[in-house]
T-cell receptor, first 110, second 114 residues
């Protein structure tokens, strides 16, 4: 069975600081991995996805993620946080349906 | 392309009542998914359709829940005899196929059962 684990339910950073949101996956087959962002009272918006084409994936809003098979990880990073990045972030693996992690709430302080 | 739409956006009902939600996917998408999200949790899969065929249902989908996609376009999710535990955000998503294809989400229907 496929699953993802997000380490840290809350992450707080200062504006301009590095953002690192952690995601580890479990899959018996090469996975398709996704990061979604959810703003309050809204649906989910795709940030980026890994489809085995390249291990470093660049997404929207300056986010990127690196697929590391040896570490079974797909951590999300952004070099410099902005106030508008404050939201809930979900990592997911696809097995027809999406299997989501429990989410990480990112707070950005001025 | 207007994206995935859901109606209503909010629903308040009393315990024991029936409710029905509608999802309109992106027009060319053949797959349609329903998820449920409770406060502080990630979305959990409920069911999905490929065209009009319902291909998978989660164990979360009790016999009080039923979903249809009669013409392979819009879908409805009905909850009969609602319970307070049904209070959640119900999300719909659509995609063109499976695998690496992106699922696009609607804004969700927030249900509150009193």
């Amino acid at each position: 069975a496929q699953s993802v684990t997000q380490l840290g339910s809350h992450v707080s950073v200062s504006e301009g600081a590095l953002v690192l949101l952690r995601c580890n996956y479990s899959s018996s087959v090469p996975p398709y991995l996704f990061w979604y962002v959810q703003y309050p009272n809204q649906g989910l918006q795709l940030l980026l996805k890994y489809t085995s084409a390249a291990t470093l994936v660049k997404g929207i809003n300056g986010f990127e993620a690196e697929f590391k098979k040896s570490e079974t990880s797909f951590h999300l990073t952004k070099p410099s946080a902005h106030m508008r990045d404050a939201a809930e972030y979900f990592c997911a693996v696809r097995a027809d349906k999406l299997i989501f992690g429990t989410g990480t709430r990112l707070q950005v302080f001025p | 392309d207007t994206g995935v739409s859901q109606d209503p956006r909010h629903k308040i009902t009393k315990r024991g009542q029936n409710v029905t939600f509608r999802c309109d996917p992106i027009s060319e998408h053949n797959r349609l998914y329903w998820y449920r999200q409770t406060l502080g949790q990630g979305p959990e899969f409920l069911t999905y359709f490929q065209n009009e065929a319902q291909l998978e249902k989660s164990r979360l989908l009790s016999d009080r829940f039923s979903a249809e996609r009669p013409k392979g376009s819009f879908s409805t999710l009905e909850i009969q005899r609602t319970e307070q535990g049904d209070s959640a955000m119900y999300l719909c998503a659509s995609s063109f196929g499976g695998g690496a294809e992106t699922q696009y989400f609607g804004p969700g229907t927030r249900l509150l059962v009193l």
